[in-house]
């Protein structure tokens, strides 16, 4: 079975002892108090929205594109500094999420554009909304917690669901087809490349023995399948993170082809960015910012755009406080075009 490999997954382990510290290096959870909030409200909390805002800058009339809009969060922020002239547009994979974010840029006076659609396709999402260049844009590569914590998408093993992990319902390879289809040596070169797991080659080989006397289907299964393939000082209490989260993980860039689609979006930001527009981007994992950093690199020697983070601007103490899911992340950006800043 012949895939096309891409970006980073996060996902909460079963073990609350070292959920929290695992959640905080992969950039997923909100962390908010299960009491106090409800289903709408989960994923509200923007990743380093006040640098964003410091570097976009945002004026009545300009454009916003917002790759991944999520819950809406970064998106609502820009929304309010762009008055009735001003136009947002986002995209999201999960189509959920995209009716959530639309209901919710309903109220700003801007006009609002809400795709589903992922950002590898940002390119033909602007030219059917007649949009030639835009002046700001967001890629916040993290996931909200809805998605996370929903068992039945797949992408944790705090509770037990289908072996899914599409953010995209419609997109036809799940998690199972993979676990349950691929040789065991391209099984293994996935867990190694996208997950950086050490014990790639015998987890496949597992993998490959469990599933020819029945197919792995659940995400409890894959976990316990991948922890006995680990020594008992490095699975349950005595372990930091889950053994499964790193085989978790490139399944879930495996499945969604991020890192394609983020490939697809370095390449196309030049075409898309007006003069003197800023284009930003959140990773979560090296995975993702090394490429985004050696893209933005390039940009600046070819003098393209210049780079207005030569370091990634991550959380303070106060935000991580505020929202844990903001630990790892890394912020970079550039500015195209004639107005860029000397």
Known sequence: MHLSASVTLWLKPKNTRYAQDHNRQNGYS???DQQSRTSDEIGHIPVLADPIMELFDAKPGMIY?????????????????????????????????????????????????????????????????????????????????????????????????????????????TA?????????????????????????????????????????????????????????????????????????????IAVNEELMALERLLDTLPQIIKPGGVAAIISFHSLEDRRVKQRFLQFDQNDCAKRLTRKPIVADDAQIRQNPRSRSAKLRAVQFGSDMPA
């Open 30 to 32: 909100v962390h908010m």
């Open 176 to 252: 199972a087809d993979l676990v349950n289809r691929m040789a065991e040596r391209e099984l293994a070169d996935v867990l190694f490349q996208l997950g950086e797991e050490r014990l790639s080659r015998r987890i496949a080989r597992k993998i490959v023995q469990v599933r020819e006397k029945e197919p792995i289907k659940n995400t409890l299964a894959l976990a316990e399948l991948v922890s006995s393939c680990y020594p008992p000082n490095q699975r349950g209490k005595r372990a930091r993170i889950h053994p499964a989260t790193r085989t978790f993980m490139a399944l879930r």
């Open 65 to 173: 594109l917002d790759c991944t809009a999520g819950r809406g969060g970064h998106a609502s922020l820009v929304a309010q500094k762009l008055g009735k002239t001003g136009r947002v547009i986002a995209l999201d994979a999960d189509p959920a999420n995209a009716d959530f974010t639309r209901q919710r840029l309903s109220s700003y006076p801007c006009q609002s554009d809400v795709l589903h659609r992922n950002f590898a396709q940002v390119t033909t999402a602007l030219d059917e909304l007649g949009v030639d260049k835009v002046d700001m844009l967001l890629a916040d590569l993290g996931f909200a917690s809805n998605q996370m914590d929903d068992p039945t998408r797949g992408m944790t093993f705090q509770a037990d669901g289908p072996l899914d992990m599409r953010l995209n319902p419609d997109i036809p390879t």
